[in-house]
């Protein structure tokens, strides 16, 4: 399971990338708002980084939806454009699909929903598991439900376990079977997180300590000659 960053936050995503363990990224507008910047400005930002850029149309009707979605994909190579899972969102995203953009349907919430997206040809869907479970609703029985259709049908796209709110999402996300989940940054720092490494980390290095404190001190006759 490829893990990706979702903020649209420029710092966090340069961190996560240098530690070398995210493969992308993804926005919304709520993201880019919260992010403070103009979304193409941010979005060509951060594609310049990491592959796999999420960003999202904010139109409502299917053919200004096509428009805008071009316009996106045109941003750079490494975007895939997002549509929302509406009947509009996935008209627009049948014909971005045709035209060879990836497309990320968004605001998945069933497996019914995850057919439908399948159905025109997306790269990716996002079941929103957080916000079932806001509802009291069990996310990740859904996310693993769609895995589990999806296996069952041959269907190639992928499932991206998004609305991901603490560790255990991402270990039951991974166990489920999906293809990518995203996380905020802070669930992402988590991730690292043992008291044994801790523990085990102090040690080896209070133990290299004492080593290099045994060791003699070096004495006058084995001191190198200095030049005078
Ligand atoms: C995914 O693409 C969405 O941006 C995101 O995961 C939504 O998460 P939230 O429910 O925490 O807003």
Avoid at 17 to 39: E, F, R, Y
Avoid at 213 to 224: D, V
Wanted: charged share 25%; hydrophobic share 45%.
């Amino acid at each position: 399971m490829k893990l990706f960053l979702d903020t649209a936050i420029y710092e966090e995503i340069a961190e996560a990338v240098n530690w070398g363990v995210i493969d992308g990224v993804t926005t919304n507008p709520t993201l880019i708002a919260k992010a403070g910047h103009d979304h193409e400005e941010q979005v060509k930002r951060i594609s310049q980084i990491i592959g796999n850029v999420s960003a999202e149309v904010v139109s409502e009707k299917k053919d200004d939806m096509v428009v805008e979605g071009r316009r996106i994909a045109a941003w750079h190579k490494n975007v895939i454009v997002k549509v929302p899972l509406t009947p509009e969102g996935l008209a627009a995203g049948k014909v971005l699909a045709g035209e060879g953009i990836r497309i990320n349907v968004t605001l998945c919430f069933s497996v019914n929903q995850a057919l439908l997206a399948a159905a025109i040809g997306a790269y990716i869907v996002s079941p929103f598991a957080g916000r079932l479970d806001d509802i009291n609703e069990d996310g990740m029985r859904v996310v693993a439900d769609i895995v589990a259709a999806y296996r069952q049908q041959e269907i190639k796209t992928k499932v991206l376990a998004a609305s991901i709110r603490n560790p255990m999402h991402v270990t039951q996300a991974a166990l489920a079977g999906a293809d990518i989940a995203t996380m905020p940054f802070g669930v992402l720092k988590m991730l690292f997180l043992h008291p044994l490494t801790e523990a085990g980390q102090k040690k080896f290095l209070e133990d290299y300590r004492k080593t290099q404190e045994a060791k003699p001190m070096p004495t006058a006759r084995q001191e190198p000659a200095t030049k005078r």
